[in-house]
């Protein structure tokens, strides 16, 4: 399933690389590289709550995970911008 999953990925169908991914996830969701890589991929999509979700998830599994506390950490720092332009025009 992982091999299926990246080559998806490199052909560029980000979409059936997530559904095969949260396939595997249902499986095993505990996958600490499954878990990290659809991180990645949702927030490659755009989709920083979905993302957030997996990092945390591998997070809880392996509290030092150097590069899921990376990505939480740009996460949260986009999630909590606020230009006081946007507001008070």
Do not use: Q
């Not at 560029?12 to 095993?28: H, I, P, T, V, Y």
């Not at 659809?38 to 997070?59: Q, R």
């Amino acid at each position: 399933m992982r091999k299926e999953i990246r080559e998806w990925i490199e052909k560029g169908d980000r979409k059936e690389a997530l559904r095969l991914l949260e396939e595997e996830l249902r499986r095993c969701p505990e996958d600490e590289e499954m878990l990290l890589l659809g991180g990645e991929l949702w927030y490659a999509e755009g989709k920083m709550a979905d993302a957030l979700n997996k990092f945390n998830a591998l997070l809880r599994l392996n509290p030092s995970h150097r590069k899921a506390t990376n990505y939480v950490t740009m996460i949260n720092n986009i999630l909590s911008y606020y230009c006081k332009d946007m507001y008070n025009p």
